[in-house]
């Protein structure tokens, strides 16, 4: 009887950055699952560790490179170390020179060639052209989510050419999926039991028009709801100048579309957003934000700004204060700038320090505070329909839950301290909201759907 403890069978994988990379993370799980290997939480344990990288920001590859890193401190000496992802599209050279010991490197579009990666004898690279990856139906996947929610990517890389991103230099141009292989991959989650599906993309509104095809979006949408079960859809990434009557009108057609929009405007002064050369005014901005709140009376709207742009003036940095204090937007990502050398505007004149970046980037943190507050204090007493995530991090004897106006991860969550006995993970249940904890609500549970 051969002993199975002498095969180097144990993998351990980290992923980095949105949640695009991490359902490519998913599809290499499912291809080392389904070949035999065994995955492990232990990195201590693990014969091979995959690290998928982020390149989008310069804080990105600091994380990135802070992790490979730490996985060479604390790996056993004979495990092997694999990174994919955009940090290798973009700089595999610096990655050689700062750790010579990665046995494998593997592209951002090659991460269905992990298996090559695991077999090697010795060390070396799957890195073709292809900036992205678009997994199909046919390649293995497995999901890291909990089991009631998961991330469905309808696209890859982008069409846009805004001045501060070079999101078309690490993804290529944009690359969709058609709209029956979308619906196969969305019926396969269900059945698997995933009640809360997130579609992702670059900009979900650009699905389909690399194909020359326009409402796309819209027609994949009906296509769904003609799906007769139970299920939440949630809408990430889907800018400004995408959303159109159509398209609210599919969405507010069916409730079990999540009233929900992660909207990036990034600035809101006109001078600037023709300077970061995007599609909207602040005039058109407004337009929209009021038009979905007047469709959707209850919808959510996330949305991510940019502080020290250059250029950016006192004046027109308080405009965006002002803006944010005066529409309320539900959640607020907010970002410094960061001059990427790739980017158009890297290389603009009046670049801002860092230290005013920072200051202004708190100053425009403390005002949305102040709006999440008052929005939040406001809910209390409200009774909302919300889905159980499960044990809070820091007690068991508290649980998670989120309402359809909070996407996982990135919004703030429901806190219930008073429940049955008995309460099931990935179902609805009603909540009565009680209190504000910072970002976070507190509730109790009334009953079962």
Known sequence: ??????????????????????????????????????????????????????SFLNASRLEGNDT???????KKKSAKVIVAGCMVQQGKEELKKSFPEIHYFIGSGDVDQILQAFQAGSSGQAVSSAKSFLEWGEIPRTLSTPRHYAYLKIA?????????CIIPAIKGPLRSKSIEQVMKEFENLLDRGVFEVILIAQDLGDFGKDRGQKG????????????????????????????????????KSDSRICPYLDMPIQHINDELLQSMRRKTSRA????????????????SIRTSLIVGFPGESEEQFQELVEFVKKEKLDQIGIFKFSPEKEAVASHLENQISEEEKQRRLEILAKAQQKVVKKKNRDLIGRRVLAIIDGNHPESNLLL???????CPDIDGQIIINDAPKKVVQGQLYTIELTDVAGYDLIGRILGNK
């Open 156 to 164: 890859e890389g982008c069409r846009k050419r805004c001045s501060y």
């Open 1 to 54: 009887m051969i002993d199975a403890a002498i095969f180097q069978n144990k993998f351990h994988l980290i992923s980095l950055g949105c949640p695009r990379n991490l359902v490519d993370s998913e599809v290499m799980i499912g291809l080392l699952l389904k070949a035999g290997y065994e995955c492990t939480v232990n990195l201590g344990e693990a014969d091979f560790i995959v690290i998928n990288t982020c």
């Open 68 to 74: 490979i890193r730490t996985v060479f401190d604390s």
């Open 216 to 251: 796309e979006l819209a027609a994949l949408l009906r296509e769904m709801m003609k799906v007769p079960r139970k299920f939440w859809l949630r809408l990430l990434y889907l800018y400004p100048d995408e959303i159109d009557d159509e398209l609210i009108q599919v969405m």
């Open 400 to 406: 998670t839950a989120r309402h359809s106006g909070q």
């Open 284 to 299: 058109q901005i407004v337009e929209i934000i009021r038009k979905l709140r007047k469709e959707i009376p209850d919808i």
